[in-house]
């Protein structure tokens, strides 16, 4: 287990780089690393990560349909990373 000294670096060193790479707009205060993810989350995140650190763009040939109510955002987020192949 990492001690606190340990976890707080990881997280502004986390912060850092989701903020280098336009993934995130929170401040180091309500930053959340160990928060657990909704699906809606991890979706935006992996699309971001993807198209802007690895250069990737979703494959339009992919179909990509999900039964649950999430709202549009979160939905085309979902969209994005399984034409990617990612979800």
């Given at each position: 287990?990492?001690?606190?000294?340990?976890?707080n670096?990881?997280?502004?060193?986390?912060?850092?780089?989701?903020?280098?790479?336009?993934?995130?707009?929170?401040?180091?205060?309500?930053f959340?690393?160990?928060?657990?993810?909704?699906?809606?989350?991890?979706?935006?995140?992996?699309?971001?990560?993807?198209?802007?650190?690895?250069?990737?763009?979703?494959?339009?040939?992919?179909?990509?349909?999900?039964?649950?109510?999430?709202?549009?955002?979160?939905?085309?987020y979902?969209?994005?990373?399984?034409?990617?192949?990612?979800?």
């Amino acid at each position: 287990m990492l001690g606190l000294a340990a976890e707080n670096f990881i997280s502004v060193d986390i912060h850092n780089f989701l903020t280098q790479h336009q993934m995130t707009s929170t401040t180091r205060e309500n930053f959340r690393p160990t928060a657990i993810l909704t699906k809606a989350e991890l979706a935006k995140f992996s699309y971001q990560f993807a198209n802007k650190v690895l250069h990737q763009t979703p494959g339009i040939s992919n179909k990509c349909i999900f039964q649950d109510k999430s709202d549009y955002q979160s939905q085309q987020y979902a969209i994005k990373v399984c034409q990617l192949g990612i979800m």
